[in-house]
């Protein structure tokens, strides 16, 4: 009796684990090397318009507009968020207010959500909340680890493997490799683009890490989406 209730459970087990897609990214770009303090600084100001900036400043403004790590968070490029909606995002935990869930998707490389419990953070999560009337996801695109200097990025953890769960059931496991780059990956098409709809959930929850070279927090610093646009 034992043994069936063993083989039983292992066959739910494998079963379940089974429909959980395993995704590795399909595209990765590197952050230019540049000051990405001024970058940000320049694109968020209005204090200075572009005819008058010294030339190396305008050179900087030049890269974010024609690189796409730059000129998705700097840039005015249609994307999907022409469309999409983010109702609300928390974590699970984070290291203080100034590494709250929220600073994964404030579209800049240089705040980022750190996971705020003992260790890596093995188990914590992001949990993005979106309307029925958003267009649908069919991308998402990280910047794993805290991506605003080289030193901060070996500094803390980041993560080896995110498992996505849709609408609180598990979905994908999303492998990511050890690189200050943006990683894409394509996960099918997810919500129900229909205003009459409830709201609907995805939730990013981490099951292992790299280590940090100095401090044991695991970070990310932009998790977001793209997919179908309305224009």
């Known amino acids: 009796m034992k043994k069936l209730v063993f083989l039983l459970s292992f066959f739910f ?3 379940s684990f089974a429909q959980v897609k395993v995704l590795k990214p399909t595209e990765i770009i590197p952050i230019p ?3 990405l303090f001024k970058c940000e600084q320049l694109f968020l100001t209005d204090d200075v318009r ?13 890269l974010g507009e024609r690189d796409r790590v730059l000129e998705h968070f700097y840039g005015a490029a249609c994307s999907w968020y022409c469309g999409g909606i983010i109702s609300e995002v928390t974590s699970s935990s984070a290291l203080s207010a100034k590494y709250a869930g929220e600073n994964a998707h404030d579209f800049s490389i240089l705040n980022a959500w750190a996971e ?13 909340t979106l309307p029925g009337e958003s267009a649908p996801v069919t991308i998402v695109e990280i910047l ?3 991506t605003k200097t080289k030193k901060a990025w070996k500094n803390n953890g980041r993560v080896k493997r995110l498992k996505m ?3 609180g059931k598990p979905y994908a496991i999303l492998e990511l490799k050890d690189t200050r780059s943006l990683q894409s990956f394509n996960v ?19 099951l ?3 280590p940090g070279d100095k401090y044991d927090d695991t970070v990310i610093t932009e998790l977001y989406f793209g997919g179908v646009s309305p224009h």
């Open 13 to 15: 087990f494998t079963s």
């Open 33 to 35: 090397e540049i000051d």
């Open 50 to 62: 572009y005819e008058d900036m010294s030339p190396e400043d305008k050179a900087l403004v030049d």
């Open 116 to 128: 705020g419990v003992p260790g890596g953070g093995v188990g914590e999560y992001l949990l993005y």
């Open 144 to 146: 794993n680890g805290y």
């Open 165 to 167: 769960y849709y609408n």
């Open 188 to 206: 099918g098409q997810l919500g129900p683009f229909d205003a009459a709809a409830p709201d609907w959930t995805l939730k990013f929850e981490i």
């Open 208 to 210: 292992d890490v790299y």
